[in-house]
């Protein structure tokens, strides 16, 4: 659930692909985009959910630690991801 909440910073960040993919894309349909509209209202919920959750169950420095790990290890994944479509498409 921690993970969930990279989710937080996304729709700002989706938001600003989307418009750049229609100025610079403008070929593209439209509705190949639709899964990535949809994702910026859910993912504001997604992160309220995930923020409620963990200031709920994690009550504890060591569950406030494995939230924070896991948010940190999903970070380390996005960016792994970032890095690979980098070196894959220089």
């Not at 406030?64 to 996005?78: M, Y």
């Amino acid at each position: 659930m921690a993970s969930s909440l990279t989710e937080f910073f996304s729709p700002d960040i989706m938001t600003k692909r989307l418009q750049a993919w229609e100025k610079h894309y403008p070929w593209v349909d439209p509705k190949v985009q639709e899964y990535f509209r949809s994702r910026v209202p859910r993912a504001r919920e997604d992160s309220g959910e995930a923020l409620a959750f963990v200031m709920e169950h994690a009550t504890t420095r060591e569950m406030q630690d494995k939230c924070l790990d896991a948010f940190i290890t999903k970070c380390n994944v996005l960016w792994c991801l970032l890095d690979a479509v980098t070196v894959g498409y220089p």
